[in-house]
């Protein structure tokens, strides 16, 4: 009796094993590699008289794609992650040039496709020269000379940093921070150097302060930073070398930023910061509209 109820026992124990370990494995669906992409390029300002645009170089893609769940844009060898499928690219070489943009379409357990699409497009905008000479230190007596100057969040002035309604036209209209208010979350030590080669360079001292989920969703997982609400202070992000652009839509100076170049606060979007004003000596105030068009974000910045 003894040795059955010992059999029972062991074959009890190899079956609950059995199970348990049919428990712990998990499927993760079919691997289907995306396909079927579709791009479409809306030229800002085309129509049946200027179909290459109004000449701000701006053009809006759209990207779909059976099995996808992000996109990815590559231009000029630098990448802009999308998880919509939508991006802004702004385009500054002056005259009507074609331009080769590729979308790579991610799908499950990181398959992917890819399409490229040509786009012709008018840029007509040169920056005037105080613009420039403001930015990054041009001197109309020395235009080849090789120039820039380094920015950072003017901390220490009232509303420096805050939000409002997208298209609003009053600073910070619904929350601006205080002088010094956002000391320890990553954002005023950050220093943005632009030079006159086109580069853009964020120093971040190691780490960064940004929107959760577009900080996230863009540059990775949250390693260290405090999550703060819908802020992750202090995440953790080396220094990086972007791109710069300045075109001007509508009329209005927009800094465009390559990839997912940011300057102050990460808000994901198109990266592209509207000069809201420039007339004070040594800042500008800047203003950028978030990934979900839900805030337009504001910024005092200041020469370093």
Known sequence: MKNINYIKTVLFAVVFT????????????????PSNIVITAEIVGADAANPNGDGSGVVNFTATAD???SYKYVFNGEETVSLSGNNSISFSSLGLNTYTVTVVASGTAGVSSSKSIEVDVLSTYAPPADLIAKLYGYDP??????????????????????LGPVGGQVLTEWYGAGPDEKAGTGMYDDRFTFSSDGTFTHVTN?????RDPYIVNDLGPNASGNVNGADIENYAFDDYTASWTLTAPGGTETISLSGTAFVGYYTGGNHQYQIFDRETPNEMILKTTDANAE???WFIITLE
């Open 18 to 33: 059995f199970l348990g370990c049919q428990e712990d494995e998990y499927s993760f669906g079919d691997i289907v590699t």
């Open 67 to 69: 099995n996808a769940v």
């Open 141 to 162: 007596a020395d235009p080849t000379a090789v120039t820039s100057r380094t920015w950072k969040v003017h901390s220490a002035k009232n509303k420096h940093f805050g």
């Open 206 to 210: 190691g780490t960064v302060f940004g």
């Open 295 to 297: 805030f337009d974000w």
